[in-house]
């Protein structure tokens, strides 16, 4: 399986703030990269896909980008909705491996 | 609206059986590979198994030779079959939708399963 890890664990942040959630694959998986928001109790949801597609109805404050191995989350302006646990999941294999996931919360 | 429904978890002792079921509605069920992913405390979010539209199925292997899982078109309805659990096997699990480029884009709300004696 491809081993996905991601920096850092947890992030305090303030309204307002950009942050950058950075995912490293343990071998190249060209964009095959999606990106969840998971809130306490909730289901995760797609945010991103393809490492750097936006999905539907999601605010343009998220953007990804990265290739090969290492990726980037970033969230310009945050808002009090974007505090959460954030996971990369990778789909270059079928069994897909997702990060540990990365704790956005309030500074 | 697009709905996956997950039931059927519960509390089983180690070694015991367990069928999930999930519900499908807002979208063409047959059209789509569905999967099992589940999250526990310890070890995060982990893709389980999955199942093609024509029935293939892969299976994760922590629970190959364990698990099994099906899907019934005609009722819009994904299982899965879970034999021998362990301890390990405690978690919240998902049905997932599959967008056909093998990433996830709608998820159930879950159901727990739990494995203690």
């Known amino acids: 399986d491809i081993q996905m890890t991601q920096s850092p664990s947890t992030l305090s942040a303030s309204v307002g703030d950009t942050v950058t959630i950075t995912c490293r694959a343990g071998?190249?998986?060209?964009?095959?990269l999606a990106w969840y928001q998971q809130k306490p109790g909730k289901a995760p949801k797609l945010l991103i896909y393809k490492a750097s597609d936006l999905q539907t109805g999601v605010p343009s404050r998220f953007s990804g980008s990265g290739s090969g191995t290492e990726f980037t989350l970033t969230i310009t302006s945050l808002q009090p909705d974007d505090f959460a646990t954030y996971y990369c999941?990778?789909?270059?294999?079928?069994?897909?491996?997702f990060g540990q996931g990365t704790k956005v919360e309030i500074k | 609206e697009v709905q996956l429904v997950e039931s059927g978890g519960g509390l089983v002792q180690p070694g015991g059986s367990l069928r999930l079921s999930c519900a499908a509605s807002?979208?063409?069920?047959?059209?789509?590979?569905m999967h099992w992913v589940r999250q526990s405390t310890g070890k995060g979010l982990e893709w389980v198994s999955g199942?093609?539209?024509?029935?293939?199925?892969n299976y994760a292997d922590s629970v190959k030779g364990r698990f099994s899982i099906s899907r019934e078109n005609a009722k819009t309805s994904l299982y899965l079959q879970m034999n021998n659990l362990r301890d390990g096997d405690t978690a919240v699990y998902y049905c997932?939708?599959?967008?056909?480029?093998?990433?996830?884009?709608?998820w159930g709300r879950g159901t727990l399963v739990t494995v203690s004696s």
């Open positions: 997932v939708r599959d967008t056909g480029y093998w990433y996830f884009d709608v």
């Open positions: 071998r190249s998986i060209s964009t095959w």
């Open positions: 807002g979208f063409t069920f047959s059209r789509h590979a």
């Open positions: 199942i093609g539209t024509g029935g293939d199925t």
């Open positions: 999941q990778q789909y270059h294999t079928y069994s897909r491996t």
